[in-house]
């Protein structure tokens, strides 16, 4: 049902899934980066995106969005209420979720924001490291009207340096739908 609802949200607005040689069931889990990030439209795209491919996927937000009258609606489409009112270690929480799930693909946007950012946040990065897990790169690119999977990114002896330096050849401002609002440095 999801993989017919996400090729109609994408007819609907002229956008297209752009498939390559990544298949989700090959990689049980992952760390899904979302880039770049400078619209709520992102989201929309994304998710219409990874329903086509049939990815399991869940992204931490704020918990007020999975309570009350349309939380149910938001832990329909894969969403994990996190109370950022208390401290907590979220890269380890992260970590126990995909150490107790079987198959998982937790969603990031790496820049952290809609706006502006100076830098990358490293959270995405230590989540992946610590649980094991690669990194794949997912796209929505406006010029292009399209979105999809770029490449898979393996972590397990890299810097956080080395391994933004691999991933930074494949996002440009020319993708966002705010151009000005990305930054090709990453760090």
Not at 101 to 111: C, H, L, M, R, V
Not at 173 to 179: N, S
């Given at each position: 049902m999801k993989k017919v609802l996400g090729k109609i949200m994408l007819g609907l607005t002229g956008w297209k899934y752009v498939p390559n040689n990544f298949d989700p069931k090959q990689v049980r889990k992952t760390m899904l980066i979302c880039v770049p990030h400078t619209s709520n439209w992102d989201f929309y795209y994304a998710l219409a995106c990874f329903w086509i491919m049939g990815m399991p996927i869940r992204m931490f937000i704020k918990d007020y969005y999975t309570k009350g009258l349309f939380g149910f609606f938001f832990r329909a489409i894969g969403c994990i209420g996190v109370d950022r009112s208390k401290s907590q270690n979220l890269v380890e929480y992260a970590v126990n979720v995909i150490n107790n799930?079987?198959?998982?693909?937790?969603?990031?946007?790496?820049?952290g924001t809609r706006g502006y950012s100076d830098k990358w946040k490293q959270g995405f990065y230590h989540i992946a490291k610590s649980a094991n897990v690669p990194i794949v790169l997912a796209y929505a690119d406006y010029k292009k009207k399209a979105c999809g999977i770029i490449k898979l990114v393996n972590v397990e002896d890299k810097t956080f340096e080395q391994v933004l330096d691999e991933i930074a050849p494949h996002y440009s401002?020319?993708?966002?739908?705010?151009?000005e609002n990305f930054n090709p440095k990453l760090y």
């Open positions: 799930t079987d198959d998982i693909a937790i969603i990031n946007t790496p820049e401002p020319e993708m966002a739908k705010f151009p």
